[in-house]
């Protein structure tokens, strides 16, 4: 128990996103765009981890196309951390096979499941919580899940209702027993959960022993732990198409819903690190460097009595003029002018382009 | 007197415009852009006056690079007929050179002076007025001008005001005597114009027999005289160093200041011909075809939840979500968006972009 825990990330890298269209395409989705920083998210989110953890000890966890470009862009990872999915099964499926594999390495292992196109800005704050998480997993049999402080009353986002009556202190940072987690909600909803307070937005981020995970699985999701079984079963046999056999009969669902949901034991620690999820073209308007005027640029730009814009455009001059609250995306072969307020329609542009056969522009 | 008038066409296509930036460039001014037809707009002039006119009878104006340019798109045009001036100096003295060219080859010859950059899609209708303001021109001593019936209180067009008691009726159109030209007023003036009535848009079009042309700026525009007697004494002695360097003496400034609102004699005629000086990209809207929604476009587009919105984007797939009012300009190496109402402000573009040095941009 004393022993400095083993700590593994598993990164998941599969995402195929459409709302950073036109600049992420069917081929290259956020997580391999430099969006939110100077290098691409996987890379950042990789680099976030170095401080804690050897390239030995760093996974992803994605589809095959997909691993072969994480290879190339952190070439440091090592060959067999870089997991393949053999097909996209959501969170639920990749994080049996990835735990499964680290399982069979160290079944004491504890392993962190995050997302590979997050930003996080508070980086040291964000090492001394994960590292405060990893302790607690690896001394208790719980899931820790990262709570982060909401903002505003969002419907993008799951809740995490916690108890604030008992919490527990370990490393420095507090842990709080886990009530439920509440699937995104209505705005109404959203306002009473910010009124009442004790709760968090789920962050999608997740730490666990891999031994915690498999009794986690087997009390509260016994209808996944055949799968879990049979896959650890196949690793162990080194039988790879034994595993993609199984793999492949996991429902497709995320591991909120297949695991957290039901899961007792669940703590959960304030992710006050400065998060975002980087999940539109508008959220970008607060990480992005602004003007006086509120507009956030990519690239070169003139603003004429124009406020809270957002402009990427790096091959050309983009003059916006007399505009408030537009963001214009320049690419190559599209070009996207849109509101900011209505952001989450960019999928009907794609769903539209999908129903034209315009395969060549996704 | 009862003999058909000869009558020639001036052409006025020195304009360097910055209205329609980005499209429009220093080396590629409105009249050669096909912004309203298929056509460059002075091709499009070109074939409008060919039903009464021919070639012999079709003279443009413009500097030396604007002349190549024309002889390219208007083969059919006569070399002597592309006059070009020695130096860029407004419309009175390209009118001078011009008419005098014309006097030189025939006194009584009918001159009618028009913008290479208007779009009039009344083109039998405009035939037949110019037919009768001819017939006017060449029987009176009077200056014809075009006057448009106003269809708002505009503050980016001079106005004539015309007296309604005394028109006479020649050739089958009514001709107002006109008792003055206003300058681009202010809007409560504007408004006044409207609701007085008797006030017409000055189309900047104009005709007028070669001599009486003469004999006006003689009478009513003294201080110009000389520099229309100089032109003609360098032209009969076929002396073109002699021409520009009276040219190069002529105050830059337009025919309308120099001569119109100054000479009595002038009558005005109706241009109820579907005319548009087509003068910023907000005006295109109402000339280019537009979907159910009021958008207008050239290039592949894609609209979701916008309205009015107009957009030039040959080139790429452009998409626009959630907008109204908006302008979007697409060229190979510069963007425009800007709010409809706003489209007077892109000058403003290019001053920031001078300033800068942009002028591989302008």
């Known amino acids: 128990m004393s022993r400095r825990p083993r700590v593994c990330a598993v990164i ?12 992420s395409r069917k081929s290259r989705p956020k997580q391999f765009l430099p969006i939110a920083g100077g290098k691409t998210m996987i890379e950042e989110t990789v680099a976030r981890l170095r401080p804690l953890l050897a390239f030995e000890a760093i996974y992803t966890i994605s589809d095959k196309s997909q691993a072969a470009a994480i290879r190339k862009l952190v070439p440091g990872l090592k060959k067999g951390n870089v997991l393949i ?29 995050l997302p590979a196109d997050h930003l996080i800005t508070g980086r040291a704050r964000f090492i001394k919580t994960l590292r405060a998480a990893a302790g607690a997993a690896a001394e208790k049999d719980v899931i820790v899940t990262f709570g982060i402080p909401p903002a505003y009353p969002s419907t993008g986002f799951g809740y995490i209702h916690y108890s604030g009556r008992k919490p527990r202190k370990i490393a420095g940072e507090v842990f709080y027993p886990v009530l439920g987690f509440k699937e995104k909600p209505k705005l109404a909803h959203a306002k009473k959960f910010l009124a009442r307070g004790n709760h968090s937005w789920n962050s999608g981020m997740f730490i666990w022993r891999a031994d915690v995970f498999a009794r986690k699985l087997e009390e509260f999701a016994p209808e996944f732990f055949p799968y879990w079984r ?16 199984v793999f492949r009969e996991i429902p497709a669902t995320s591991i909120d819903y297949a695991l957290m949901e039901k899961a007792g034991g669940v703590l959960m620690v304030k992710g006050d690190f400065g998060w975002s999820d980087v999940g539109s073209w508008a959220s970008l308007a607060d990480i992005w460097p602004r003007d006086e005027a509120g507009n956030a640029l990519r690239g070169e730009s003139q603003f004429i009595d124009s406020r809270n814009c957002l402009v990427y455009s790096p091959r050309r001059l983009t003059a916006v003029v007399g505009l408030e609250d537009v963001i214009v995306v320049d690419t190559k ?17 794609i769903e539209n382009l999908r129903k034209k056969g315009k395969e060549e522009i996704l």
Chains 1, 2 share one sequence.
């Open 12 to 23: 998941m890298a599969g995402g195929s996103g459409t709302r950073f269209w036109p600049l």
């Open 85 to 113: 999915e053999p097909v996209g099964r959501n969170t639920a499926a990749s994080l049996i096979l990835a735990t499964a594999h680290i399982y069979v390495r160290d079944p004491r292992a504890v392993v962190f499941a």
């Open 230 to 245: 049979g896959i650890l079963e196949a690793l162990e046999k080194k039988d790879r198409a034994g595993v993609a056999a």
């Open 333 to 349: 072969d599209a070009l996207l002018v849109c509101s900011r307020k209505a952001d989450q329609r960019v999928k009907d542009v």
